[in-house]
């Protein structure tokens, strides 16, 4: 069965949710509240999962402003990508080149060149830039 959307009903979730740019705290947790209160509901109406949609993105706008997620360094991505895989630096010999090689970027002694990002991230399946 298909479901369609209604104007009208749309128009009283509308009415009764007020969304609008979020600008404080406040109205981003009750934007929240009102996300997982509609997210929760059982079966939803199109016209919910539209306003859901919305309350979504205002929350997303809010929180990329005023929560931004840092960007890390080279030597950082490196750092990480190893842990989140349990590898030691030996593991990256054969990617880098040479054991000092592989020493020195990952004691943050030499930055990481364009053609051992190119490598390095190659051999972890990510894009090139997060070493450049």
């Known amino acids: 069965m298909t479901r369609?959307?209604?104007?009208?009903?749309?128009?009283?979730?509308?009415?009764?949710?007020q969304p609008k740019t979020i600008a404080t705290e406040e109205e981003n947790e009750q934007a929240i509240a009102h996300a997982v209160e509609l997210?929760?509901?059982?079966?939803?109406?199109?016209?919910?999962?539209?306003?859901?949609?919305?309350?979504?993105?205002?929350?997303?706008?809010?929180?990329?402003?005023?929560?931004?997620?840092?960007?890390?360094?080279?030597?950082?991505?490196?750092?990480?990508?190893?842990?989140?895989r349990n590898l030691k630096p030996e593991a990256l010999v054969e990617v880098i080149g040479s054991r000092e090689d592989v020493f020195e970027i990952v004691n943050g002694k030499r930055s990481i060149s364009k053609t051992q990002a190119k490598a390095i991230a190659e051999f972890f399946q990510v894009d090139t830039s997060l070493f450049i």
Do not use: C, D, W
């Open 4 to 17: 369609t959307f209604n104007r009208e009903s749309y128009g009283k979730l509308l009415a009764e949710y």
């Open 39 to 84: 997210e929760h509901r059982p079966n939803t109406t199109p016209e919910e999962e539209i306003l859901l949609e919305l309350l979504v993105t205002l929350i997303e706008k809010f929180e990329e402003i005023h929560y931004p997620i840092p960007q890390g360094t080279p030597h950082s991505m490196l750092l990480h990508l190893m842990e989140a």
